[in-house]
């Protein structure tokens, strides 16, 4: 059957295209769908501040929101206790702490800091960060980013050469305290993720837009990599920071957003943000709350449960 064409007039092209505006969720997977977010549900400011945010990070016992907010070049570690209100709770000159992450070891928070070329973890207490202490001192990496750990103990963090993007590398820290460099076929990796059974690596690469995938060996060495999700996209900011959900999803950050993808690679729904879209993270009591990182805004959006639909 033929397609009838139809013709639109100015008023109504600008109507359909202010209605397509206002429109905070684009679905964009194809064939059978998962029921991400909830229903109606729409991004929430959480915190706003004019600072550039970063490295999210949800804390189960005290069920707070962790992140790093970044002015004049020098950064902090706040903890929001409230929509629109922040504490510091770390402001350490010279160190440009970037990533956090929530051990899976010992429930201290593990942080990346660029500047002072070091991985820290802290001891979360009711009265902030206490108990610092330096897993990774050394001077000769570039500015650590991003960092995971997986069950076995493992840490893994970027280490982008953002200047040259030569030396641009990927480390592993074992539970002994041994640092061996993983991944060296990256031009600038960013945001790092492993999956939950700890097998699989996912890396971000800001320069050529695009994530990686890494096979996690028995040893937790990190052995061959492909290239896991890209989406050519020429929209603003670059791949940076994700997070992954009990069901594999992962929830990718940059290029104008969040895009959820499924673990075989496929784009399920995108989550458009007009602000850089630099790191996302799990949390809420029951874990179903995204919380985004942006330019100088921290959003939330509640997801729903995903179950598996068939399009008609």
């Not at 673990?263 to 995204?290: C, F, H, R, Y």
Request: glycine content about 8%; some cysteine.
């Amino acid at each position: 059957m033929l397609a009838k064409k139809v013709i639109h007039s100015p008023s109504v092209l600008a109507l359909l295209l202010a209605l397509l505006s206002l429109l905070s969720v684009e679905s964009c997977a194809q064939g059978n769908t998962y029921e991400i977010l909830a229903s109606g549900d729409k991004l929430q400011q959480v915190y706003s501040d004019d600072k550039f945010f970063e490295g999210p990070c949800w804390d189960k016992a005290t069920g707070k929101l962790y992140f790093c907010a970044w002015l004049d070049g020098e950064s902090q570690i706040l903890r929001l206790d409230s929509p629109g209100v922040a504490t510091v709770l770390r402001d350490d000159k010279g160190y440009g702490v970037n990533g956090l992450f929530l051990s899976n070891i010992n429930q201290r928070l593990l942080a990346a800091n660029a500047y002072g070329h070091t991985i820290t973890s802290y001891k979360i207490t009711d009265k902030g960060l206490v108990d610092k202490r330096v897993l990774v001192d050394d001077s000769s990496l570039n500015q650590p980013n991003d960092l995971c750990q997986t069950r076995r103990g493992d840490i893994y963090f970027t280490d982008p050469d953002w200047k040259n993007k030569k030396t641009s590398a990927v480390y592993r820290r074992n539970l002994a305290g041994v640092v061996t460099k993983e991944i060296t076929d990256m031009t600038t990796p960013n945001g790092v993720i492993a999956n939950n059974a700890g097998n699989s690596l996912y890396v971000s690469d800001s320069t050529e837009k695009l994530w990686r995938v890494y096979d996690i060996n028995s040893d937790g060495s990190v052995g061959k990599g492909r290239v896991f999700f890209n989406p050519h996209s020429d929209k603003p900011g670059a791949p940076d920071g994700m997070t992954i959900d009990k069901n594999g999803n992962l929830y990718l950050s940059g290029l104008g957003g969040v895009r959820i993808v499924s673990s075989e690679g496929k784009l399920l729904k995108m989550i458009p943000i007009a602000q850089i879209a630099t790191n996302v993270t799990l949390g809420g009591t029951d874990n179903k709350t995204l919380y985004v990182t942006c330019k100088s805004k921290v959003y939330s959006i509640r997801l729903g449960e995903p179950k598996l639909q068939r399009n008609k």
